[in-house]
């Protein structure tokens, strides 16, 4: 079955840095569109950042300048480098996986960004 595993949330401080992963597994990863979304408390959950299956991303303002993303096929790998963390990107971060009708979530990870 298709599993998407994310690694790498975790506390940091303002102005710090954490990069997520994600490793995919029981798909053909370098078919699939990979994003980034998040859920604050309270909060709808909202697209981070997106790569598609040609390398092509694509940014929410708010992260722009600060976040990257990028995917290792051979790894099966997404990551997210984030970077100039801010307070305001605490957050449940999660994976998503998705080609045509086929779309799957990660179980999420806890970044926290706090002094």
């Known amino acids: 079955q298709v599993q998407l595993v994310e690694s790498g949330g975790g506390l940091a401080q303002p102005g710090g840095s954490l990069r997520l992963s994600c490793t995919a597994s029981?798909?053909?990863?370098?078919?699939?569109?990979m994003s980034w979304y998040r859920q604050a408390p309270g909060k709808e959950r909202e697209l981070v950042a997106a790569?598609?299956?040609?390398?092509?991303?694509n940014y929410a303002a708010s992260v722009k300048g600060r976040f990257t993303i990028s995917r290792d096929n051979a790894k099966n790998t997404v990551y997210l480098q984030m970077n100039s963390l801010k307070p305001e990107d605490t957050a449940v971060y999660y994976c998503?996986?998705?080609?045509?009708?086929?779309?799957?979530w990660g179980q999420g990870t806890q970044v926290t960004v706090s002094s």
């Open positions: 998503n996986a998705l080609a045509g009708k086929y779309g799957y």
């Open positions: 029981g798909l053909t990863f370098s078919s699939y569109d």
């Open positions: 790569i598609n299956s040609g390398g092509v991303t």
